[in-house]
């Protein structure tokens, strides 16, 4: 959990260009480096992220502290489709704040839920029903793997 004062809540048209400026902060630091060069010339050529950013705005929930945006994550029926974290805030609890906000977003749109997350580390899947109850785990497809993500 976080040391410092945070709100999470639904986005605004005004949170637009700081959530562009995250989007691209994510993506370049998480991704850029596996990728071709020539992927991250044409990341910067079209900048998918101020198009994603300017088109999914009211999807999206946000984190902020102190009215910087640090954190957002946009969550599709059950999918999470995204989940950005300011790179100059990993490792302060801002990503496992914004999963369990996912996480309750998607327990109150469907009666059964499954949680699924090896590229953090989860060594389990487990399906919890709609009072809670978590009847048992499966191992997950990547279980002993390291992520690509967990430099």
Avoid: C, Y
Avoid at 35 to 60: K, N, Y
Avoid at 83 to 91: E, F, M, R
Avoid at 97 to 109: K, N, S
Avoid at 127 to 150: E, F, L, Q, V, Y
């Amino acid at each position: 959990m976080p040391n410092f004062p945070l709100t999470v809540r639904t986005a605004r048209s005004s949170d637009v260009p700081q959530l562009v400026s995250l989007l691209r902060r994510s993506w370049l630091v998480a991704w850029a480096p596996e990728l071709p060069f020539e992927a991250v010339q044409a990341f910067a050529a079209h900048d998918p992220a101020r198009v994603h950013a300017e088109t999914m705005w009211p999807s999206f929930t946000i984190a902020e502290t102190s009215g910087e945006l640090v954190g957002a994550i946009r969550v599709v029926e059950d999918v999470l489709e995204d989940l950005h974290v300011d790179p100059n805030t990993w490792g302060k609890g801002i990503g496992s704040l914004l999963l369990d906000e996912a996480e309750r977003q998607i327990g109150r749109a469907h009666p059964v839920a499954r949680r699924f997350a090896p590229s953090i580390g989860a060594p389990s899947i487990s399906i919890a029903g709609a009072d809670g109850s978590k009847p048992g785990a499966i191992p997950a497809p990547n279980a002993g793997r390291p992520s690509r993500m967990s430099r």
